[in-house]
Nanobody
Framework: QVQLVESGGGLVQPGGSLRLSCAAS????????ANWYRQAPGKERELVAA???????NYADSVKGRFTISRDNAKNTVYLQMNSLKPEDTAVYYC???????????WGQGTQVTVSS
């Protein structure tokens, strides 16, 4: 069964850190582009970070210097380390694995991140 399972969300104070995990099963994540998206209430889903199969990472301007995407191929897992969190980072965070040649896009169920004092 192909699935992505996120974990690591929660409530954190401004300035704090969280690490999100996305464990893949049924696919070899290293062959896919791994993306983290987020969606805040009343807003469109936005791409936060992406890691291409070659290991190159891209970030949204709003999170550059604060968030880091990484991948552990042995664990078939992608991570999002989030530091210096701000209230505006509050959203549901979704993991996505995309393979353009196979025309496949797989989504996780999402994990809530709330940044509040």
């Amino acid at each position: 069964q192909v699935q992505l399972v996120e974990s690591g969300g929660g409530l954190v104070q401004p300035g704090g850190s969280l690490r999100l995990s996305c464990a893949a099963s049924g696919i070899r994540l290293a062959s896919y582009t791994a993306n983290w998206y987020r969606q805040a209430p009343g807003k469109e889903r936005e791409l936060v970070a992406a890691m291409f199969s070659a290991g190159i990472a891209n970030y949204a301007d709003s999170v550059k210097g604060r968030f880091t995407i990484s991948r552990d191929n042995a664990k078939n897992t992608v991570y999002l380390q989030m530091n210096s969190l701000k209230p505006e980072d509050t959203a549901v965070y979704y993991c996505n694995a995309e393979h353009k040649r196979l025309r496949t896009s797989i989504w996780g169920q999402g994990t809530q991140v709330t940044v509040s004092s």
